[in-house]
């Protein structure tokens, strides 16, 4: 039963291209005292062969180059034709909402690999109904099969062929806003609790792992969803709320963005101070957040409260 963390950024990876931030010129310059990340993405896995990924980020052909547990096998020479050489043990995905930089990378999975992918009605409808390109998941019978799923309701996930892998995954309405590429009327055709979901998966065994990368906010039910979990992936993007209006000199704090700050009297780091069973973990952190600095105060009050900070390439077995 095990994680991945593919990827540990926010949309745009760090550094980010048309950033010169501090952290993103002091990184580049190779002066950053920290890691560099890319998208965010998760794989998991309940027997480390089958491997399902939790959204799909535009950097995941990197991605899953770095991550041996996701080569395609070696072909059998009994095998002929396509099936022989086409064995990525990358079962399916599961997506949390419809944003750019957790989808763009289903595109980058096009080349006739049979996958299952577990969307919303709505989500599905925004990809295979609205955006014409996605059609190249569907060229042939048995490529991408879409697997529709309700929020609040427990699904299992299922290998291609339709074996249960073992896993079961249930989503929890986080947020109502859909990207900014769906126009309003079209926004207002679709489920606005479909729009940005946080995903909790039970490994065989009991085992759970909450994927948070986008919470705008913290109620009661929620807290208990985390104090159920072992492991806490959680929303780490900007550490204060007014970080993007600071840097640029203009934009949306990170609620409206739909991210409540790590730092702050109502900030995740004060909030989720008295979970005592999951192991806590940001991630989804965005460039500019200064807790990316390993030599710096931010990152140092995030360690010492219990938390960890997400990097590319860790995984942890449950
Ligand atoms: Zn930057």
Redo the contacts with the bound molecule.
Sequence with gaps: MRVKILGSAAG?G???WN???????AQRGGTFPGKARTQAQIAISADSRSWFLLGASPDLRTQIEASPELHPRELNPRDRGPSAVRKSPIAGAVLANADVDHVLGLLLLRELQPLRVYATDSVRGILTEDNSMFAMLQRVPGQVTWSSFVPGTTFPLENPGGEDSGLRCRALSLGTHYPAYISPSRQGELTSGEASLGLIVEFPGGKRLAYMPAVPQIDDALLQEFDSADVLLFDGTFWSDDELIR?QGSGQTARQMGHIPVWSAEGSLAKLAGLRRPRKIYIHIN??NPMLNEAGPEYRQVRESGWEVAEDGCQFDL
């Design positions: 745009g760090f550094p980010q950033c010169a931030c501090p952290n993103c010129r840097i460039n500019t």
